[in-house]
Structures are given as structure tokens and as C-alpha cells.
């Protein structure tokens, strides 16, 4: 994890690069990531999307949104969530194409 041109992590980084593993380590948090990850929808369109409970979808909604890993905005009535960390995105792209290797 660590080469010679950067320091070795903190105990506090460490947990929280743990901390955002664990964050993508729930499959349903992944299916949420990837019905949102070309544009912003709607907490009704995660639930069709992943075929998840509205209350499931909206307790990792809340869980991801925290972490800092989707943004939600409000139009009107309706409230949109978008990824904020693109990062997380890319993540799984190379776990993919990794495991496709």
C-alpha cells in the first residue's frame, strides 16, 4: 500500500480508507452506485432501478450520502441523488476490469 516516494498511513487514515472500503463493500450500496452513476435519479427511480424496498434504497442513500460518496439535491417535491465522488466510480471500474484479467 505504501512505496517509497509516499509516508506510511496514520491510524487514522488508515481507518478511514478502511472506512470507505467498507462504505463499497455492500452490494446494494454497489447497485445503487451504478443506477446513479450517469445522472442524478430519484429515490423512486433507485427502487425500480435495483428492485430493492424504498427503505432499504433510502438507508443506503443515507449511509452513501454521508460518507461523502452521493450528493442529494432537492427540485420541487422531488429529491435527486448524483454521485459527489467520482472516485468511487472509478474504484469499481478498476476492481472490474481487474477481475476480468
Known amino acids: 500500500m505504501s512505496n517509497k516516494k509516499t509516508a506510511p498511513l496514520s491510524a487514522d487514515e488508515l481507518a478511514r480508507v478502511a472506512g470507505r472500503f467498507k462504505m ?37 442513500l443515507a449511509l452513501l450520502a454521508a460518507a461523502g460518496i452521493l450528493e442529494r439535491e432537492k427540485d420541487g417535491q422531488c429529491v435527486y441523488y448524483g454521485v459527489k465522488d467520482r472516485l468511487a466510480i472509478k474504484m469499481c471500474e478498476l476492481v472490474r476490469a481487474q477481475l476480468a484479467d
Not at 38 to 49: C, H, L, M, S
Open 24 to 60: 463499497l463493500g455492500e452490494p446494494m450500496r454497489l447497485k445503487i452506485l451504478q443506477a446513479v452513476c450517469r445522472e442524478p435519479r430519484t429515490v423512486n427511480d433507485i427502487v425500480a432501478a435495483t428492485g430493492a424496498t424504498q427503505a432499504n434504497v433510502s438507508k443506503h
